[in-house]
T-cell receptor, first 113, second 113 residues
Framework: GQNIDQPTEMTATEGAIVQINCTYQ??????LFWYQQHAGEAPTFLSY????GLEEKGRFSSFLSRSKGYSYLLLKELQMKDSASYLC??????????????FGQGTTLQVKP | DGGITQSPKYLFRKEGQNVTLSCEQN?????MYWYRQDPGQGLRLIYY???????QKGDIAEGYSVSREKKESFPLTVTSAQKNPTAFYLC????????????FGPGTRLTVT
């Protein structure tokens, strides 16, 4: 079956570092995406990993281990505006070139002063 | 400005009525998607289309219908057969290649009473 797990909620302090984990079990794999979603708004793209390792983009980094079915999103120097839900999504594989994504339930991050 | 538009942002309907949600994109993307999001849950795929005049069912297509007569447009009809239609509906588009991220519209919050 297809399963993507993330913690439901996390709390962190402004200026700190937080790591949001995602584990997945899918029938195929063609990349993992992280999106940020503020309440009532559309998700916005943060990062994409298809090979093992760390991808860094400013204050945000994303890591992937395909053998472990594991990814994390690392947020540094947290700001109040980082309070949002963070969605992990896996692009299923197979021979099809479809762009179908399977989403986790999202992790709601609350940043406190 | 290129992007995806969904209208209206809020929609109210009586039970038993069909309702059509619009989604338009001017990004020249081949693929378009419809998701449903319920409180505290991730996005679930309703329908997707990779090319004009072709579309496939997602994970929760029952009670919904779509059309793709133009590349720019992918309207979703929520029929009276959908048992629990109240939700936040998100439309997305992407390049057809599986390595590209999906861009999301602002969403339509549908309330059926």
């Amino acid at each position: 079956g297809q399963n993507i797990d993330q913690p439901t909620e996390m709390t962190a302090t402004e200026g700190a570092i937080v790591q949001i984990n995602c584990t997945y079990q899918t029938s195929g794999f063609n990349g993992l995406f992280w999106y940020q979603q503020h309440a009532g708004e559309a998700p916005t793209f943060l990062s994409y990993n298809v090979l093992d390792g760390l991808e860094e983009k400013g204050r945000f980094s994303s890591f992937l281990s395909r053998s472990k079915g594991y990814s994390y999103l690392l947020l540094k120097e947290l700001q109040m505006k980082d309070s949002a839900s963070y969605l992990c999504a896996v692009r299923d594989g197979g021979s099809s070139n479809t762009g179908k994504l399977i989403f986790g339930q999202g992790t709601t991050l609350q940043v406190k002063p | 400005d290129g992007g995806i538009t969904q209208s209206p942002k809020y929609l109210f309907r009586k039970e038993g009525q069909n309702v059509t949600l619009s989604c338009e994109q001017n990004l020249n993307h081949d693929a378009m998607y419809w998701y449903r999001q319920d409180p505290g849950q991730g996005l679930r795929l309703i329908y997707y289309s990779q090319i004009v005049n072709d579309f496939q069912k997602g994970d929760i297509a029952e009670g919904y219908s779509v059309s793709r007569e133009k590349k720019e447009s992918f309207p979703l009809t929520v029929t009276s057969a959908q048992k629990n239609p109240t939700a936040f509906y998100l439309c997305a588009s992407s390049q057809a290649d599986k390595s590209y991220e999906q861009y999301f519209g602002p969403g339509t919050r549908l309330t059926v009473t």
